[in-house]
């Protein structure tokens, strides 16, 4: 049997095999930039780094759950972000195999080396495919849309985003409600997409709710979740 953490140390053996020689140190500095130096780069392009990452982990075993919790912890340990979008890959392609217990694992992963580019993978996709699958995890985005962590309340108010007709309304916009006043740009902002979206679903009720919140829901949300309902 394959000894606890022995994919974890091929994924990132193979990776840096592939990823390291083909760093560009110009572009990773724009990159960087990019992202207000939040973090180092590589330099790798989005369409390189897809095609770097496939050729690394074509072959592997499929992961357990103990596995998924290994690689990405690893992978996030890394100082370069590339190996932190490996990780958000990695972890949707295998959304099927972990169990409720695996958010405690999304929660560190959200809080740490925390920004957009990563939140929100791991909202819109991962978490909303976890949550999705065990519903019990409803009460544990009750209590992410409540903390004080911005990134925590943006993942739950995005974990729905792709449900289309299965969102839960009500949910949804008592999350929206109650961080209407929220001061951060990126709480504010994912309520308006979240609004957005949905409204594609539902636009009489987006904008009914946006109607009776309008007072208290910033500029930024009204006009976010209002944009193809106004013309």
Known sequence: MRAMGDLSALVLE???ERLRP???TERAAAMAAYMKNHFPFLGLP???LQKLQKAA???????GEDDLAAIATALWARDEREYQYVACSYLLRHVEVPGPGFIEVVRELVTTKSWWDTIDPLATRFTGGLVRRHRSLVEVMDEWSRDDDMWLVRV??????????DTDEERLFAYCAAQAGHRDF???????????HYARTA????????EAHRSSLSGLSVREATKHLTG
């Open 14 to 16: 193979r990776l840096d």
């Open 22 to 24: 083909e760093a560009d």
């Open 46 to 48: 989005a369409p390189a």
């Open 57 to 63: 982990l074509t072959g592997l075993p499929r992961p």
């Open 156 to 165: 739950a108010i995005l974990h729905q985003l792709h449900y289309g007709a």
């Open 186 to 196: 990126f709480v504010r902002k994912a309520i308006g997409w979240a609004l957005r």
């Open 203 to 210: 636009p009489g009720e987006v904008l009914s709710f946006v």
